[in-house]
């Protein structure tokens, strides 16, 4: 699980570090940096899988302009500063990628890729394939002899003294060398283990959940509800268990009798058979296009966390969209729930008090964090701690303490 990310001279993001629980909620004032964190994360996804072209970085969710309009522009800061984008692990380990703007391609970027000393030894003893793990061994040990910095011979292939040949090294940038290779490549593995490579930036749309007219298998979904279709279909085939559960989840609202995939499609129908239990039996069922839009995104997240072949790591920009105060609080301790079950890290965006009231902050998974700029100008998160009861004062919600301003993240210009 990711622990900790660092952004740096990315967008309105200055300098910031913040450390996330499993299901992390973001509140604050348009503009304030909520989505420039979010996408600052799905750039060094996209990063992790060396895929930095404009097109790939808009499927993740980033909202793609010219490079200097990318980077932090603040008065203080030199318009060439590289962005930064680093990751500390549960290991614990660092990651860290420096993005530079490809001077052959405007709609390219490039990143340097490199890992902290920890991470890098870990992963070298974790090796399980004798044969894999001898010839990395070999190949370290090579270039450090080819370049005297070391003094063993070749076949010498022994873990423990590597780690201890690797631990003397005392320059950093030579030690990057060795340990990176080729790139981020041989790292790939790693990328998944962590559920970086993976990351996505969801922020779904009534036209795209309504429709289900996208083509193909599409997994993990795409970022504006493309292919929560087909996903309902494989799952129904592969998962009817998860499939059961989505169904299930879905009674939060109150008119829902149950949804099914139809038996009798035609092979290029794409619907789904949806029963309100207030309905007379004359009328079976509906489909997609005539449920309300609550319906429609309750369907989808309960999918996100609930599916297989979801990312394990993601985020949700508007979580609160098209649904009641009440289903909101009540929706969130839900998904705290199945993050946990399914072993999902998620970061949620609102603007919605009542979200609030859905979260535990007596419970350490649960994270809450009021994103705010400074006088600079610099985007800037405070995690909020739960609030202090005082004997005989009736608490106060986490829903009316935000709309009283006890929290912050309310403009004070007006």
């Known amino acids: 699980m990711i622990k900790t990310v660092k952004i740096s001279n990315f967008k309105s993001v200055q300098d910031l570090e913040i450390e996330l629980g499993r299901l992390n909620v973001f509140i604050g004032e348009n503009g304030c940096g909520k989505t420039s964190i979010l996408e600052g994360i799905a750039m060094g996804s996209a990063a ?21 309009l990318m980077r932090s522009a603040f008065k203080k800061i030199p318009l060439e500063e590289e962005i930064v984008i680093q990751f500390k692990t549960t290991d614990p380990a660092l990651i860290s990628f420096t993005f530079i703007a490809d001077k052959d391609n405007s709609q390219k970027w490039n990143a340097k890729f490199s890992v902290g000393e920890e991470l890098g030894i870990k992963r070298l003893l974790k090796l399980n394939d004798e044969k894999v793990a001898k010839e990395f ?41 060795l340990l990176t290779g080729n790139g981020p490549e041989r790292f790939s593995n790693l990328f998944t283990e962590i559920n970086l490579s993976s990351f996505l930036l969801y922020a779904p749309e009534n036209y795209f959940l309504r429709r289900f007219e996208e083509e193909g298998q599409i997994r993990p979904l795409g970022i504006r509800g493309e292919g929560l279709f087909s996903h309902l279909v494989q799952l ?21 009798g149950g949804f099914s995939i139809p038996n009798d499609l035609q092979f290029t129908e794409r ?64 998904l705290a729930r ?77």
């Open 236 to 256: 129904s085939k592969e998962d009817p268990e998860t499939f059961a559960a989505i169904a299930d989840n879905l009674s939060l609202i109150d008119w829902y």
């Open 48 to 68: 992790a899988q060396e895929k930095l072209d404009n097109e790939f970085l808009v499927s993740r969710g980033v909202r793609v302009t010219s490079p200097p």
């Open 271 to 334: 619907r789904i058979a949806i029963t309100d239990r207030f309905i007379s039996n004359t009328i079976k069922n509906f489909d997609q296009r005539s449920a309300n839009e609550g319906f429609l995104y309750l369907l989808f997240y309960f999918t996100l966390f609930l599916s297989k072949w979801t990312p394990k790591f993601f985020a949700i920009d508007n979580v609160d969209n098209a649904l009641n105060p009440r289903l909101c609080a009540k929706l969130m301790e839900i």
């Open 137 to 177: 061994a070999n190949e370290l040990i090579e270039k450090a002899v080819s370049l005297n910095a070391i003094d063993l011979k070749k076949e010498t292939t022994d873990k423990a003294l590597l780690e201890q040949v690797i631990k003397q090294q005392i320059d950093e940038m030579f030690y990057e060398m």
């Open 338 to 414: 199945l993050a946990k079950e399914q072993d999902k890290q998620a970061i949620l965006t609102t603007h919605n008090p009542a979200i609030l009231d859905g979260l535990d902050l007596h419970d350490d998974e649960q994270r809450l964090f009021v994103i705010y700029r400074n006088t600079e100008g610099a985007t800037q998160a405070r995690r909020v701690k739960p609030l202090q009861q005082i004997p005989g004062v009736e608490p106060v919600r986490l829903s009316e303490a935000f709309v009283r301003g006890y929290l912050g993240g309310l403009p004070k210009n007006f």
